[in-house]
C-alpha cells in the first residue's frame, strides 16, 4: 500500500530484476530541497536565512548535521541545496512547511526566487508606403 492508499502489485520478473526502493526501513531521512535565489542577492543573507528556518524546525536532528549549500551555479539561479534529517515519521511535513517558510522568509528578506524570462526587443525599421511603421 502506499502512502496515498493504492494497493500496488509487481510481478514476480519485477521483484527478482529491478532495484526495491524502502522508504521506510530506517527510522531517519534526509529531506533534499533545492532552493533558487537570484544572482543579485546576497549568499551570505541567504546562507542566514537558510540556516535560521531549520535552526528553528525542532523536527530537525542535530545529528547528522543539516547540509546547507550553493549546489549550483543556474542559467536564472542561483541554486542552494537545503539537506537536514529528520525522523522518518516527519518527512513529508517538514518537507512542506519548511518549503513554505523557506518562502516566507525570503519575502521579508527580500531575497528573490527568479523564475525564467525573456526579453523581446523591437526595431523601427522605416515606414510602409502607406505612412504606417514597419516593425521586424
Known amino acids: 500500500s502506499t502512502p496515498d492508499n493504492r494497493r500496488v502489485i509487481v510481478p514476480n520478473g519485477q521483484m ?30 541567504v546562507r542566514r536565512v537558510l540556516e535560521g528556518v531549520v535552526a528553528d524546525d525542532a523536527r530537525v536532528l542535530a545529528d547528522p548535521a543539516p547540509n546547507i549549500r550553493i549546489g549550483s551555479l543556474g542559467d536564472s539561479s542561483v541554486n542552494w541545496i537545503v539537506r537536514p534529517w529528520v525522523n522518518a515519521a516527519d518527512y513529508w511535513d517538514v518537507y512542506w512547511e519548511m518549503t513554505e517558510e523557506i518562502k516566507r522568509r525570503f519575502d521579508r528578506e527580500g531575497i528573490n526566487i527568479p523564475f525564467p524570462q525573456r526579453d523581446v526587443h523591437v526595431y523601427h525599421h522605416g515606414e510602409n508606403r502607406d505612412g504606417t511603421d514597419v516593425i521586424g
Open 16 to 45: 527478482l530484476s529491478d532495484a526495491i526502493t524502502n522508504y521506510s526501513s530506517h527510522s531517519t531521512r534526509r529531506v533534499d530541497l533545492v532552493v533558487g535565489v537570484g544572482y543579485g542577492d546576497d549568499i551570505d543573507t
